[in-house]
Protein backbone atom coordinates (compact mmCIF):
# COMPACT_ATOMS: atom_id res chain seq x y z
CA UNK A 1 0.00 0.00 0.00
CA UNK A 2 1.13 4.00 -0.16
CA UNK A 3 2.05 6.04 2.81
CA UNK A 4 -0.95 8.54 2.78
CA UNK A 5 1.30 11.59 4.11
CA UNK A 6 4.41 11.23 1.02
CA UNK A 7 2.76 8.88 -1.46
CA UNK A 8 5.81 6.55 -0.79
CA UNK A 9 5.02 2.47 -1.48
CA UNK A 10 5.61 0.83 1.65
CA UNK A 11 4.70 -2.60 2.53
CA UNK A 12 4.48 -4.38 6.07
CA UNK A 13 8.38 -5.42 5.69
CA UNK A 14 9.66 -2.13 5.26
CA UNK A 15 6.96 0.41 7.05
CA UNK A 16 8.74 2.35 9.53
CA UNK A 17 5.45 2.97 11.59
CA UNK A 18 2.11 2.03 11.21
CA UNK A 19 -1.35 3.56 12.41
CA UNK A 20 -4.48 2.38 12.98
CA UNK A 21 -7.61 5.19 11.99
CA UNK A 22 -11.14 4.05 11.97
CA UNK A 23 -10.42 0.57 11.73
CA UNK A 24 -7.43 0.57 8.97
CA UNK A 25 -3.89 0.13 9.46
CA UNK A 26 -2.03 2.55 7.70
CA UNK A 27 1.55 1.91 6.63
CA UNK A 28 4.58 4.80 6.84
CA UNK A 29 7.83 4.83 5.22
CA UNK A 30 8.95 6.69 8.26
CA UNK A 31 7.48 7.74 11.89
CA UNK A 32 8.02 11.56 10.88
CA UNK A 33 4.94 10.71 8.21
CA UNK A 34 2.68 8.47 10.98
CA UNK A 35 3.17 11.68 13.27
CA UNK A 36 1.99 13.69 10.43
CA UNK A 37 -1.00 11.53 9.84
CA UNK A 38 -1.67 10.87 12.98
CA UNK A 39 -2.37 15.24 14.06
CA UNK A 40 -4.57 14.95 11.08
CA UNK A 41 -5.85 12.21 9.48
CA UNK A 42 -8.62 13.42 7.43
CA UNK A 43 -6.38 15.64 5.78
CA UNK A 44 -4.06 13.05 4.34
CA UNK A 45 -7.02 10.60 3.75
CA UNK A 46 -8.98 13.54 1.46
CA UNK A 47 -5.73 13.25 -0.48
CA UNK A 48 -6.38 10.11 -1.58
CA UNK A 49 -9.50 8.73 -1.55
CA UNK A 50 -8.80 5.67 -3.87
CA UNK A 51 -6.32 4.29 -1.41
CA UNK A 52 -9.08 3.64 1.04
CA UNK A 53 -10.60 0.70 0.23
CA UNK A 54 -7.43 -1.61 -0.29
ZN1 LIG B 1 6.22 8.90 4.03
Same mark, same amino acid.
Given at each position: MKDPVCGMSVDEGSAAAAWEHEGTTYL?? !?VGCMRRFRDDPEHF *? !? *?GDDERHM
Open positions: FC !S *L !S *L
